[in-house]
Structures are given as structure tokens and as C-alpha cells.
């Protein structure tokens, strides 16, 4: 039986060969998350509402797990905000977008 952080090194290693430790995932989530909290607290100081509001904003926050804190889809049922949006993956991207010039198959002869 394999628990959450060992199936995620599981996946990174599948992923990109790289090897990590369920304790180095775990680390990893903890930072996410507390970046995460800063972001929205940022976010919470900055709207117009009561002062009642924020805090209990707050306080759900406060009781949220790391894990729950990253994951997009906890964030959004239990504090009722939409994540903010990022890049996807860039997994097929090529880093040059075309032929290199003057290799074969370029159209700069």
C-alpha cells in the first residue's frame, strides 16, 4: 500500500525520471502551501468587505490541511474562490519553434 507522497514520487519519477523522496514531496507541498496561504491573505487585505468577513476567511484557512491549501479543487468548495489560473505543463513545447537556420530543411538557403 502506497501512501499520497509516495504515489507522487511515483509519478515525478514516471514523469521525468527524477528521483524524490515521499519526504521531499511532502516538504515540497508544505512550501507550496504556505506560498499559497501568503497569496491569499495578500488577496483577503485588499478586498472591500467587513472586517467579520476576513476573518473568518481566514479561520477556514487556518484550518485547512497543506495538502488541501494546494490542491485547486479544496480551495475552491471550502473557501468558495476560484484558484488563480496558471500555465499548463509545457510537456510537447519545443524550445525552438521552427527549423534552425541554415540546417537542412530551412527555408533561408
Known sequence: MYGRNELIARYIKLRTGKTRTR????????VL???KVREYQASIKAMNVDQASKDKALQNMAAMSSAQIVSATAMQSKLGITPIPQAPYPGTARFWPGPLPGQPGSSQE
Not at 519526504?23 to 508544505?30: E, L
Request: net charge positive; aromatic share 0%.
Open 33 to 35: 502551501a504556505r506560498k
Open 23 to 30: 519526504k521531499q514531496v511532502s516538504s515540497h507541498i508544505q
